[in-house]
């Protein structure tokens, strides 16, 4: 399993020392949430703070856009030298369009499904992402519980994957823990997001690690 820790619930008045034990873990990426208070309602940081991230972080990043009008950003993503630009469906009219634009600007392109959104909305797309990044819980804020009802759309995925020949990775956020990570890793997730799992934990590399051996 992929590991992707979120900094939403890292120490934001200290954050070198929660990104030292980042780039030490067996963590393969670090999910940046980008929100704007107007498609969710609340507001994390910007590319201020992503730029100062980057400069000490090791880990690809994962660049997961809360925001409206996603498509504006792709240059300032791009700066970041960002693995993954992740937007929403719900959030972006022409999916088709920015995906092309995130990997003409050299990133892997991944689009972000809010809990009520079907994984079939993404049908005449999936060939052209590099990851599917299904919430789990409503997006904007850390430690809400799980949305047990992902774990099928996860299968749903799955098959619609394997059966396309995409070669999009599954990335699963919100609520993720050991017990309902072993759900989504039975169900066919590639990665998955832990941030108040992995920040809150008394030892955060054990929790890296119980999520990387599912
Ligand atoms: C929520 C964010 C998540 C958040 C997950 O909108 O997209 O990445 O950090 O937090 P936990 O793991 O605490 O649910
Ligand atoms: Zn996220």
């Known amino acids: 399993m992929q590991v992707s820790p979120s900094l939403l619930s890292a120490d934001f008045a200290n954050l070198t020392p929660d990104l030292e034990m980042i780039n030490a873990s067996e ?25 100062a991230v980057a400069k000490v972080c090791r880990k690809p990043l994962d660049v997961h856009l809360m925001i409206v009008e996603p498509q504006n950003w792709i240059s300032q993503v791009r700066d970041l030298n960002a ?15 920015t995906v092309q634009a995130i990997h003409a600007a050299g990133m892997k392109a991944g689009v972000s499904l809010c809990p009520a959104t079907p994984v079939g909305t993404l049908e ?7 990851q599917v ?3 789990s819980v409503n997006p904007g804020f850390g430690g809400q519980p799980f949305i047990p009802h992902v774990v099928e759309k996860v299968r749903k995925l ?10 999009a ?4 956020d919100g609520g993720v823990n050991a017990s309902t990570g072993a759900l ?29 051996v599912l």
């Open 83 to 97: 693995e993954y630009m992740v937007f929403h469906q719900e959030a972006c009219t022409h999916i088709h369009r």
């Open 158 to 167: 799955r098959r619609m994957i394997d059966e396309s020949g995409s070669k």
């Open 27 to 51: 963590a393969d990426l670090l999910h940046l949430d980008v929100m704007d208070g107007v498609f969710v309602p609340n507001i994390s940081f910007g590319f201020p703070v992503m730029k």
């Open 184 to 212: 989504l890793a039975e169900a066919g997730a590639d990665i998955l997001v832990a941030g108040s799992y992995v920040f809150g934990a008394p030892n955060p590399n054990e929790a890296i690690h119980s999520l990387k």
């Open 169 to 172: 990775l599954i990335n699963v």
């Open 133 to 135: 990044l299904l919430m």
């Open 124 to 130: 005449d797309i999936i060939g052209d992402l590099d």
